[in-house]
């Protein structure tokens, strides 16, 4: 590979570029997976499948209900698996004072 001494380019010369490797970044990754889409196309065909019907499969799992790490301390019926956005409970009682681990279930 090639030197390329950086320091004698302006800064728009250096934004375009940047532009520019962006762009061909972005075209290598395209041929890339274009490439490994069709090997999988060619193994799944071989296999007697259709790639989509893989990828439906896949996909079509569903994942279970994560379990409640959080508990509110006067009704046990609200709770909170950590995940995801805090529910208004949980703000309201880090407002009042309380912190997460008090809450634990």
């Known amino acids: 590979m090639?030197?390329?001494?950086?320091?004698?380019?302006?800064l728009s010369e250096l934004k375009q570029l940047e532009k520019s490797v962006a762009k061909a970044i972005a075209s290598f990754?395209?041929?890339r997976k274009a490439e490994a889409?069709?090997?999988?196309d060619e193994l799944a065909?071989?296999?007697g499948y259709s790639f989509e019907a893989l990828a439906?499969?896949?996909?079509a799992r569903k994942r279970a209900p994560a379990a409640?790490?959080?508990?509110h301390p006067e009704n046990a019926d609200?709770?909170?698996s950590g995940r995801g956005r805090k529910p208004r409970w949980i703000?309201?009682?880090l407002e009042a004072g309380k912190s997460l681990d008090s809450m634990l279930a």
């Open 29 to 31: 990754e395209d041929r």
């Open 37 to 40: 889409r069709a090997k999988v």
């Open 68 to 71: 409640a790490k959080y508990r």
């Open 91 to 93: 703000n309201e009682a």
């Open 78 to 80: 609200l709770t909170w």
């Open 56 to 59: 439906e499969a896949a996909t």
């Open 2 to 10: 090639t030197e390329i001494n950086l320091d004698a380019f302006s």
């Open 45 to 47: 065909r071989e296999l």
